[in-house]
């Protein structure tokens, strides 16, 4: 399965932008990582989209083909957009008809309101947000990267991204999403992250304010995969402590696992959520 270990980032001889880092993407889920400005949300995703280098840490069992949409689209050239997608979509693999039918379809769906026969540089922020949506769709991806999908892109359009992270998803594509919190309560996200000043940390934000939200200390238990086995929110390993989050309907099946993995429940706190 998809995950980072350790993974820790510095620019030349800067301060580290993550630290230590340890996230795991499954297949067919949708991990959402949240955090001020420069908290690393961007070093983190491209770490993960494989287009940056961790200096400490490995990635693990990252699935290909990976969709990216970067934090900025570089949009110097002038080549259309019809055009950059097909000649993207014949880099990877399709033939010329399929690759224009393709890019054509997603732009259509995505309401792509600028020329697209038009110069690609003189697109809106917005338009050219929805070419990148678009070239990281072209091919079915194993792992979906997104650095601020909803970006400068209409209210119109937010609803139709919804709905494609979900087909993806359906298709077994991990997904892994950097918003700010508005933008993350509008997808499923399986577990949330807060990045704080390059460190991962829990994010108590009701995802369904209509339902409870618990946090659980665990200590000291056996190697269980918590991400992928239960619907956990958000989660925060340090020195065999386990700080969980979870809905109130999953908190059951929480203890039954920790139990059946050697946990000791140290305590379940009711964190937000339903009238809180
Ligand atoms: N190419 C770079 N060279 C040097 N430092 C960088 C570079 N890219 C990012 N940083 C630094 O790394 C830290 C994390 O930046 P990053 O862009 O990952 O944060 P972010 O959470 O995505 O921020 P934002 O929400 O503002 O996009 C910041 O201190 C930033 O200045």
Known sequence: MF??????????????????????????ATVAVVGDNGAGKSTLLRIAAGVLG?????????????GYVPERFPVTTRMSALAYLRHLGRVRGLGTATATRRAEELLERLALTGDPTGPLNALSKGNAQKVALAQALLISPELL??????????????????????????AGCAVLLTDHAAGVTRVAASAVHRLHRGRLV??????????PVFRVELAGGGDLDWLSTLDIRAMDQLDGHLTVQIEAGHRHALLQAALEHGWLVESLTRVGGAGQ
């Open 54 to 66: 961790p200096s400490r840490g490995r990635v693990l069992c990252r699935p290909a083909p990976v």
């Open 145 to 170: 990267v997104l650095d601020e999908p909803w970006s400068g892109l209409d209210a119109v359009t937010h609803p139709v991204v919804v709905d494609m992270l979900a087909e993806v998803r359906a």
């Open 3 to 28: 995950r980072l270990e350790g993974v820790g980032r510095r620019y030349g001889r800067g301060r580290w932008a993550l630290v230590d880092i340890d996230l795991t993407v499954p297949p067919g």
């Open 202 to 211: 829990l994010n108590e934000t009701p995802l369904n304010p209509a339902e």
